[in-house]
């Protein structure tokens, strides 16, 4: 058996430049970590002669195949078939935080499933070959409307900024934080779900038809990941990276009229009227999950005011996806 961790991540600044209809033409970046969420794959040698299918997929559903064509699931499909495996496997899927909510959980799950099913063939892969894989099955096999940040995220790790070249070239740098200023950007996170899910990829579809209307706005959150860069590596006090927050979020809203609704601002201006200095909606937007930048002296009356939101513990800075059992 192989089981394959593999993190979800938060995206802070710089959303919607790692399209490569943008970078193409511009450059583009991202600021984002990692978190101690995952999620899991397992794979499985399985003895199809004992049985009448070949292929056993459990994750909400449960398929049970005897050709990979069959398989509705088009990730696990493609996949499959993009590293040849045609039998004699069982694959069962677990998570920690629901899929479609703003944390790159879809190409969290496609690279983990590679890189399971990579470990399954006893063949190594690396990081940064894994996210291109992942890359290329989303954007040019699954035809899916996505970026280039999540795949990198989940391959890698840690609190990073991204650069973005080209779809081939594409560059991860760690954000050098000691460990104090590490531990206070940590603890004044706070995550909340909005109760809603949404699918990413259709509010992508909108913004990139719009694209030349919108590339001011994506010129000015691309700015904003230099800023976050040199305030976070510098001294200025932390309180900045939240009022940073703040402005890519109002950034962010005007990319699409799908990005927000009337929820998602209730649920941000109560947030901002109980002590967080800034936040913003992670994901393309539509549902899902709101951070927060909250001092630590407010945190007991925000969580108070947003007691009706579920509220997700986590940490920054995790390991990107290994193999924890073989």
Same mark, same amino acid.
């Given at each position: 058996?192989?089981?394959?961790?593999?993190?979800?991540?938060?995206?802070?600044?710089?959303?919607?430049?790692?399209?490569?209809?943008?970078?193409?033409?511009?450059?583009?970046?991202?600021?984002?970590?990692?978190?101690?969420?995952? *999620?899991?794959?397992?794979?499985?040698?399985?003895?199809?002669?004992?049985?009448?299918?070949?292929?056993?997929?459990?994750?909400?559903?449960?398929?049970?195949?005897?050709?990979?064509?069959?398989?509705?699931?088009?990730?696990?499909?493609?996949?499959?078939?993009?590293?040849?495996?045609?039998? +004699?496997?069982?694959?069962?899927?677990?998570?920690?935080?629901?899929?479609?909510?703003?944390?790159?959980?879809?190409?969290?799950?496609?690279?983990?499933?590679?890189?399971?099913?990579?470990?399954?063939?006893?063949?190594?892969?690396?990081?940064?070959?894994?996210?291109?894989?992942?890359?290329?099955?989303?954007?040019?096999?699954?035809?899916?409307?996505?970026?280039?940040? +999540?795949?990198?995220?989940?391959?890698?790790?840690?609190?990073?900024?991204?650069?973005? $070249?080209?779809?081939?070239? *594409?560059?991860?740098?760690?954000?050098?934080?000691?460990?104090?200023?590490?531990?206070?950007?940590?603890?004044?996170?706070?995550?909340?779900?909005?109760?809603?899910? !949404?699918?990413?990829?259709?509010?992508? #579809?909108?913004?990139?038809?719009?694209?030349?209307? *919108?590339?001011?706005?994506?010129?000015?959150?691309?700015?904003?990941?230099? !800023?976050?860069?040199?305030?976070?590596?510098?001294?200025?006090?932390?309180?900045?990276?939240?009022?940073?927050? $703040?402005?890519?979020?109002?950034?962010? !809203?005007?990319?699409?009229?799908?990005?927000?609704?009337?929820?998602?601002?209730?649920?941000? +201006?109560?947030?901002?009227?109980?002590?967080?200095?800034?936040?913003?909606?992670?994901?393309?937007?539509?549902?899902?999950?709101?951070?927060?930048?909250?001092?630590?002296?407010?945190?007991?009356?925000?969580?108070?005011?947003?007691?009706?939101?579920?509220?997700?513990?986590? $940490?920054?800075?995790? $390991?990107?996806? !290994? *193999?924890?059992? #073989?």
């Amino acid at each position: 058996m192989i089981i394959c961790q593999t993190p979800f991540r938060i995206s802070f600044f710089g959303g919607g430049t790692d399209f490569p209809e943008y970078f193409s033409q511009r450059g583009g970046a991202v600021m984002a970590t990692s978190i101690d969420k995952y *999620i899991y794959h397992s794979v499985t040698a399985f003895p199809s002669r004992l049985f009448d299918y070949n292929i056993r997929l459990a994750y909400r559903r449960v398929e049970c195949v005897e050709n990979v064509s069959e398989i509705e699931h088009a990730p696990f499909r493609e996949t499959l078939r993009s590293l040849g495996i045609e039998r +004699d496997v069982e694959i069962s899927l677990a998570a920690d935080l629901p899929s479609f909510s703003g944390l790159g959980s879809s190409s969290s799950f496609t690279v983990g499933l590679i890189h399971a099913l990579t470990a399954f063939q006893g063949k190594f892969i690396s990081k940064p070959n894994l996210a291109y894989e992942a890359i290329r099955l989303e954007r040019h096999v699954l035809r899916e409307d996505v970026g280039c940040q +999540d795949q990198m995220m989940a391959a890698f790790g840690g609190l990073n900024i991204i650069h973005f $070249h080209r779809e081939d070239d *594409i560059t991860v740098h760690r954000i050098p934080l000691n460990g104090d200023r590490l531990k206070a950007l940590d603890e004044s996170l706070l995550l909340f779900f909005s109760g809603t899910t !949404r699918n990413a990829p259709e509010i992508e #579809r909108v913004k990139l038809r719009h694209l030349g209307s *919108i590339r001011p706005t994506l010129d000015n959150i691309l700015q904003l990941v230099d !800023r976050a860069h040199h305030l976070l590596t510098g001294n200025s006090p932390l309180s900045g990276f939240g009022e940073l927050l $703040h402005e890519t979020w109002m950034e962010k !809203r005007r990319l699409a009229p799908g990005v927000t609704n009337e929820k998602i601002d209730g649920m941000y +201006d109560a947030g901002i009227q109980a002590g967080a200095l800034g936040g913003k909606l992670l994901g393309a937007g539509g549902g899902g999950f709101v951070l927060f930048f909250v001092p630590l002296e407010r945190q007991a009356a925000m969580r108070k005011r947003m007691a009706q939101y579920a509220e997700v513990s986590f $940490h920054i800075n995790a $390991h990107g996806s !290994r *193999i924890i059992h #073989r």
